[in-house]
């Protein structure tokens, strides 16, 4: 029961940060950035943030999904998904502040 509902959870929290990501990325919009992540980037330059950055948010968000399913795989197959997927989610998530800094000069205005 236990592995269920964190696979279950695992999945529904990923689709989310995945759809806020498709959202960023479609509409070229940074309103779900903080606005310190955006404070410096120039109007113009705020489509492209909102795109790159949303791209690294979406291999984030699918590793989150993949992270839950992984729970059910047998030993060691199991450790060594995990490791995978907790490699990709944490290069993903450094990948999106690198873009942050590209763009704002810095992670906090």
């Given at each position: ?52 950055s ?46 942050i ?9």
């Amino acid at each position: 029961m236990e592995v269920t509902a964190g696979c279950i959870v695992s999945i529904i929290v990923g689709a989310l940060i995945l759809g806020m990501a498709l959202w960023q990325m479609k509409t070229g919009s940074v309103r779900l950035l903080h606005s310190y992540h955006t404070v410096n980037v120039p109007e113009e330059a705020r489509p492209a943030l909102a795109l790159e950055s949303g791209r690294w948010l979406a291999a984030t968000g699918i590793s989150v999904i993949l992270l839950g399913p992984t729970l059910l795989l047998p030993a060691p197959y199991q450790e060594i998904a995990t490791a995978i997927l907790a490699t990709v989610l944490l290069a993903s998530t450094a990948l999106a502040c690198r873009t942050i800094v590209k763009y704002n000069g810095s992670l906090f205005g």
